[in-house]
């Protein structure tokens, strides 16, 4: 796969969006205050530090070329770092949304992501490629929004191939996992607002055993080589963009 790709934004859309499920974009800073019950408000610069999430993130964007306290009130960051061999070319990107789902008669939202990365040869064929999947559950509120916002972020390295591509596909809806989230209720301890059901794994486990009443389904992609980089956002980013 040879492609010589400036750094840009390609946009994705799809035909149909369920009405149940309303995704929205939030910004770094709200999504970074609200992802983990340590973290602290980002109101002033010298509470920064403070914030678990913002230090991460921090370390982590400025090994990519940029400062995140540029892109804290924006609703995403990525940066694309060139370095010569041994090739370290790097891939950075994060965003945030919320989710609500006014019509689900539960106190939750279940998500399953699927993971697929795929290394290309100099001579464009498939050098490696791998799936994986992920089950999460997100505490709701009175009015049926998450407690929390949902983090997206990529920082992969280019490594020995030619060129990589990486696609996320999620599906977020109401349902139940049998024998793990299932009923009305919130079905885990109640001071957390979110759960972790199946961690990244090459195991499809409860990805499909998900029983959803009603759901949406987006997907982004990003791919680079050693020149550049090319971002598919989802369809909830675009008029935002």
Same mark, same amino acid.
């Not at 993130?57 to 306290?69: L, R, T, V, W, Y």
């Not at 989710?99 to 001579?123: G, H």
């Given at each position: 796969?040879?492609?010589?790709?400036?750094?840009?934004?390609?946009?994705?859309?799809?035909?149909?969006?369920?009405?149940?499920?309303? /995704?929205?974009?939030?910004?770094?800073?709200?999504?970074?205050?609200?992802?983990?019950?340590?973290?602290?408000?980002?109101?002033?610069?010298?509470?920064?530090?403070?914030?678990?999430?913002?230090?991460?993130?921090?370390?982590?964007?400025?090994?990519?070329?940029?400062?995140?306290?540029?892109? %804290?009130?924006? /609703?995403?960051?990525?940066?694309?770092?060139?370095?010569?061999?041994?090739? #370290?070319?790097?891939?950075?990107?994060?965003?945030?949304?919320?989710?609500?789902?006014?019509?689900?008669?539960?106190?939750?939202?279940?998500?399953?992501?699927?993971?697929?990365?795929?290394?290309?040869? $100099?001579?464009?064929?498939?050098?490696?490629?791998?799936?994986?999947?992920?089950?999460?559950?997100?505490?709701?509120?009175?009015?049926?929004?998450?407690? #929390?916002?949902?983090?997206?972020?990529?920082?992969?390295? %280019?490594? $020995?191939?030619?060129?990589?591509?990486?696609?996320?596909? /999620?599906?977020?809806?109401?349902?139940? /996992?049998?024998?793990?989230?299932?009923?009305?209720?919130?079905?885990?301890? #109640? $001071?957390? %607002?979110?759960?972790?059901?199946?961690?990244?794994?090459?195991?499809?486990?409860?990805?499909?055993?998900?029983?959803?009443?009603?759901?949406?389904s987006y997907s982004f992609t990003s791919e680079f080589d050693r020149s550049g980089h090319k971002i598919t956002w989802p369809d909830f980013l675009q008029s935002n963009l």
């Amino acid at each position: 796969m040879k492609y010589l790709l400036a750094l840009g934004i390609a946009l994705f859309s799809i035909s149909s969006v369920a009405s149940e499920i309303v /995704i929205q974009p939030v910004t770094l800073r709200r999504g970074m205050e609200g992802d983990t019950k340590q973290s602290g408000a980002l109101d002033k610069p010298e509470n920064y530090i403070k914030n678990k999430v913002y230090a991460e993130q921090k370390e982590m964007s400025s090994k990519a070329g940029i400062d995140i306290d540029q892109f %804290l009130d924006k /609703i995403y960051a990525n940066a694309f770092m060139k370095k010569p061999p041994p090739d #370290r070319s790097l891939h950075y990107q994060l965003f945030y949304n919320s989710i609500s789902a006014p019509n689900c008669k539960k106190e939750y939202l279940i998500q399953r992501v699927k993971q697929t990365k795929i290394y290309y040869k $100099k001579n464009g064929k498939i050098a490696e490629k791998s799936e994986k999947y992920l089950v999460e559950v997100f505490k709701l509120n009175s009015y049926r929004q998450t407690k #929390r916002a949902d983090a997206h972020h990529q920082f992969h390295f %280019l490594g $020995k191939a030619t060129s990589r591509k990486t696609v996320v596909d /999620i599906e977020v809806g109401c349902g139940e /996992i049998s024998g793990v989230a299932a009923g009305f209720a919130w079905p885990f301890d #109640r $001071k957390i %607002l979110y759960k972790l059901a199946q961690d990244y794994s090459d195991k499809i486990g409860l990805y499909e055993k998900i029983d959803f009443e009603f759901s949406r389904s987006y997907s982004f992609t990003s791919e680079f080589d050693r020149s550049g980089h090319k971002i598919t956002w989802p369809d909830f980013l675009q008029s935002n963009l």
